[in-house]
């Protein structure tokens, strides 16, 4: 249960880390705004369509007598949405990535030589097309499997009470997963650490990895938080790979700049 906590710590170092380094912050919105406008886009046009592909995918409901006919396929409708949505969350990590991979592979790099006690970060001896394309192509297999879960939750839905209660709550843990890998994949595959070990390396600290994606998850639902959580969220993945690990990691002074900030000058006091 510890894990839990120190997941979420990492969140929180994440984005003060990115607090302290504006720039980094500045420039990593940019993939995080253009992933927004297109997820949007399409969320808008199944809110539109959603109704009427719903009746289409249910011709056998036709004849069924008011209410239920409205009920069902207002359910269905509703249902849909919601399991768009949680899509979108876990894609949306894996989307953004893709489109920022130069900018967020930079940042997770300046996070490693900010707190390595040398200094040091390791580098990838690949070509950045090479990168693109293996990061492409395991941001995919994710996504299958998050497709996967997200069909199978969807079916748990119909089930009385369960689907309304449990079935959302295992809905978040899996986001929360989902999201982590993808985020530490961005640190992991610099090190040329494989997918298959990536996720054998989060099995491996279960609670860790919810504690970081669980409440990510839950943030990202909320319009626009997503896109400025998305730095930060790079950066606390990236100290999180370096624990997985077992690096050694200096600790962050955050007060160090405080004491001279707060320090009276002489004869002030007298003046």
């Given at each position: 249960?510890?894990?839990?906590?120190?997941?979420?710590?990492?969140?929180?170092?994440?984005?003060?880390?990115?607090?302290?380094?504006?720039?980094?912050?500045?420039?990593?919105?940019?993939?995080?705004?253009?992933?927004?406008?297109?997820?949007?886009?399409?969320?808008?046009?199944?809110?539109?369509w959603g109704a009427d592909f719903v009746t289409w995918a249910t011709p056998f409901a036709d004849?069924?007598?008011?209410?239920?006919?409205?009920?069902?396929?207002?359910?269905?409708?509703?249902v849909l949405f919601a399991l768009a949505l949680l899509l979108s969350v876990v894609t949306f990590t894996a989307a953004t990535l893709v489109i920022g991979q130069p900018f967020y592979e930079s940042l997770s790099e300046k996070v490693d030589r900010d707190v390595s006690p040398d200094g040091t970060a390791p580098e990838s001896d690949l070509p950045l097309w090479r990168e693109l394309l293996i990061s492409t192509r395991d941001s995919l297999r994710i996504v299958a499997r998050a497709v996967i879960w997200g069909v199978l939750l969807f079916a748990l839905g119909f089930i009385p009470f369960v689907g309304q209660t449990v079935v959302p709550v295992i809905g978040f843990f899996v986001t929360g997963y989902f999201l982590t890998e993808e985020l530490t994949a961005?640190?992991?595959?610099?090190?040329?650490?494989?997918?298959?070990?990536?996720l054998t390396m989060l099995r491996s600290r279960r609670m860790l990895v919810w504690?970081?994606?669980?409440p990510l998850g839950i943030a990202f639902l909320v319009p626009f938080v997503a896109v400025f959580l998305?730095?930060?969220?790079?950066?606390?993945?990236?100290?999180?790979?370096?624990?997985?690990?077992?690096?050694?990691?200096?600790?962050?002074?955050?007060?160090e700049n405080e004491d001279e900030d707060d320090q009276v000058p002489a004869g002030s006091l007298t003046d």
């Amino acid at each position: 249960m510890r894990d839990l906590g120190v997941g979420f710590r990492y969140l929180l170092r994440g984005q003060r880390w990115v607090a302290r380094h504006g720039k980094q912050f500045g420039f990593g919105l940019i993939p995080g705004l253009i992933t927004l406008v297109l997820y949007a886009a399409a969320l808008v046009a199944l809110a539109l369509w959603g109704a009427d592909f719903v009746t289409w995918a249910t011709p056998f409901a036709d004849d069924w007598s008011s209410p239920w006919l409205g009920l069902f396929r207002g359910f269905l409708t509703a249902v849909l949405f919601a399991l768009a949505l949680l899509l979108s969350v876990v894609t949306f990590t894996a989307a953004t990535l893709v489109i920022g991979q130069p900018f967020y592979e930079s940042l997770s790099e300046k996070v490693d030589r900010d707190v390595s006690p040398d200094g040091t970060a390791p580098e990838s001896d690949l070509p950045l097309w090479r990168e693109l394309l293996i990061s492409t192509r395991d941001s995919l297999r994710i996504v299958a499997r998050a497709v996967i879960w997200g069909v199978l939750l969807f079916a748990l839905g119909f089930i009385p009470f369960v689907g309304q209660t449990v079935v959302p709550v295992i809905g978040f843990f899996v986001t929360g997963y989902f999201l982590t890998e993808e985020l530490t994949a961005v640190a992991l595959q610099r090190r040329n650490i494989v997918l298959r070990d990536r996720l054998t390396m989060l099995r491996s600290r279960r609670m860790l990895v919810w504690g970081f994606g669980t409440p990510l998850g839950i943030a990202f639902l909320v319009p626009f938080v997503a896109v400025f959580l998305m730095p930060g969220a790079v950066a606390g993945a990236t100290l999180m790979a370096r624990d997985l690990l077992g690096e050694e990691t200096r600790e962050e002074n955050e007060n160090e700049n405080e004491d001279e900030d707060d320090q009276v000058p002489a004869g002030s006091l007298t003046d």
